[in-house]
Structures are given as C-alpha cells and as structure tokens.
C-alpha cells in the first residue's frame, strides 16, 4: 500500500467503500468500446437507478424534443457514454448528499457543488475553453465525470476535521481551505480523494486530476498540468469550474466574493474570461435544472 495512503487512512480510519453498481458503472466509464448491451446489462438490472436516469436524461438541462421513457430511448437521443456518466452520477448522488461536519456544510451542499463543477468542466471541455488542441480535446462526458468526484476527498476527512473544527479557516480564498487542511492535518482534501480514487480503482488519470485540482492556483504551487495535452485540459477544465462554482455561490467550503482572485485564477490555468463568465451565467440554472431532477427519487 502506497504510504501517503497509509497515513491517511490511519489519520481518518478506513476508506469508505463504492457501492457495486457504481463500481461497474465506473468500469465502463473506463471502457471506450463499451456499447448499448453493456449498458444495459448494468443499469437495466437497477429499477432506482433506471428511474433517476430517466429524470436527468429528461431535465431541461439536456432539452430533448421529446421525453425518453426507457434506457433505451435514453441510449438513442444521448448516448452511451452520456448515459454511463449520469448512470454514474445517480448512483454516487447518496454518496455525496450527506452533511458534512467537519467543513459546516449541511445535506446537499457538497452535491450541488459537484454538479456544479460537472456541468461546468464539461462546458469548458466542449467548447475548446480549457486549452486543449483539437486532437487532444476532452470529451464533455468524461470532463462531466471528473467534475462531479474532484471533491470525494472530503468525504473521508470529514470526520477527522469534525473536532477540529474551529481550527478550520472561514476565510475567503481558494487556497484557504487547503492551506488549514495540511495545517491540522498534514495534507488536503485533494490528495485524500486521489487516495481513495486509488482504492477504488478509479482510471489513473481520473484520479490524478482529483489530486490535483488545487494546484493549478494553490498560492506557492506551480501551475504542473501534466505532459499529455488532454490530461491538462482535462485538469483545467475541473480545475477552472470549481472555481467558478465558488464564484456562482455553489461552492462547498471554498469561498469566492469578489471577481478579482476568481479571475486572477482563472489567468493562471489559461482558462479566457469570456468562457468563464458564460459558465458563471448558466451555472446557477443548469445545476437547479439537475438537482430538482432528481426532488422525491425513490
């Protein structure tokens, strides 16, 4: 075992474990030659699961001509991989919809925030916006994914923070939060949720872009995306939307009131203003859009 994943898990206890639908949701994530009968092998089998689909698949988020009543239906107006990454992001939703003590964050927070940065990293990621060549472009649905998990370190520091809690700053800054987690704890949220990544046999690169999503703009950090140009874009698509989500009021934990730091940031990891505000914009609506969804799921 890797040894910063050892002294996390003795600082924090064990890792929480992925429930198995979402285990195999993430294998086909993983997959590129995954198809239709694959797809429905996992989902089909998961009634809930199916349910919830079908409630983002038809959100106005996506804004179909026509309502999708199957999986199937869902398959042929989206898509596969599109369809696996909301499978994906249904399944992990009650995973990310408890409260969260240790960082004062009440039921829900911590989920609207991740979708938040899923539906801004994959704007980022479709519109060319996070820096990638064209050959080299991040897929919106694999951007949608990494966005929705940047944050699942904090699912295991929590706890260890919860009596420590005054110690954790309040302050606005987005490298405020991190700074006070390497302070009580001798490391952060993010390295936690590669860690865990890690344990859950999470894609290497979906995990290294959750170890890194501070550094791109953590103070005294250099700006190190990687050599392979998608996985930069990859990271700065995740990295650019989560400060943006702080910046619409949907962060969770890190805190943004004033444009100039956001877009000081945003300079930093090549991400151009003009597609930062546009995300800003949509990012309240499309969030509400997903969230209310999903309102009553069985």
């Not at 064990?14 to 429930?19: D, F, G, R, S, W």
């Not at 801004?120 to 472009?137: E, K, V, W």
């Not at 943004?256 to 505000?277: F, H, I, N, Q, Y």
Request: charged share 20%; glycine share 10%; hydrophobic share 45%.
């Amino acid at each position: 075992m890797d040894h910063r994943l050892q002294e996390i898990i003795a600082a924090t206890g064990e890792l929480p474990a992925l429930p198995s639908t979402t285990s195999r949701l993430l294998a086909l994530l993983d997959d590129e030659s995954a198809g239709a009968d694959a797809v429905l092998e996992v989902i089909g089998t998961d009634a809930s699961l199916t349910a919830n689909l079908l409630k983002l698949s038809n959100s106005a988020y996506y804004g179909l001509r026509r309502q999708v009543g199957t999986v199937n239906e869902a398959l042929m107006m989206l898509g596969s991989r599109t369809v696996v990454s909301l499978a994906f992001a249904t399944s992990l939703g009650d995973v990310l919809r408890g409260p969260l003590a240790g960082y004062r964050l009440e039921r829900d927070v911590l989920w609207r925030h991740s979708l938040a940065v899923a539906v801004g990293a994959a704007h980022l990621a479709g519109t060319g916006a996070a820096g990638a060549p064209d050959s080299a472009r991040v897929s919106r649905d694999r951007a949608f994914t990494a966005g929705l998990v940047h944050d699942i370190g904090k699912l295991v520091l929590s706890g260890a923070l919860k009596a420590k809690l005054q110690q954790l700053p309040q302050t606005a800054g987005f490298d405020v939060l991190v700074r006070g987690e390497r302070e009580i704890l001798g490391f952060d949220h993010a390295e936690a949720g590669q860690a865990l990544a890690e344990s859950w046999n999470f894609p290497t690169g979906l995990a290294s872009v959750i170890g890194a999503h501070h550094v791109p703009y953590t103070a005294g950090s250099q700006a190190d995306l990687g050599p392979e140009p998608a996985a930069a874009a990859l990271l700065r698509a995740v990295a650019g939307a989560n400060l943006t989500a702080s910046r619409a009021g949907l962060g969770a934990g890190d805190l943004c009131t004033d444009d100039a730091p956001w877009l000081e940031a945003l300079d930093a990891l090549g991400v151009a203003e003009v597609d930062a505000r546009e995300v800003l914009a949509r990012l309240p609506g499309d969030v509400a859009s997903l969230a209310d969804a999903l309102k009553g799921r069985p």
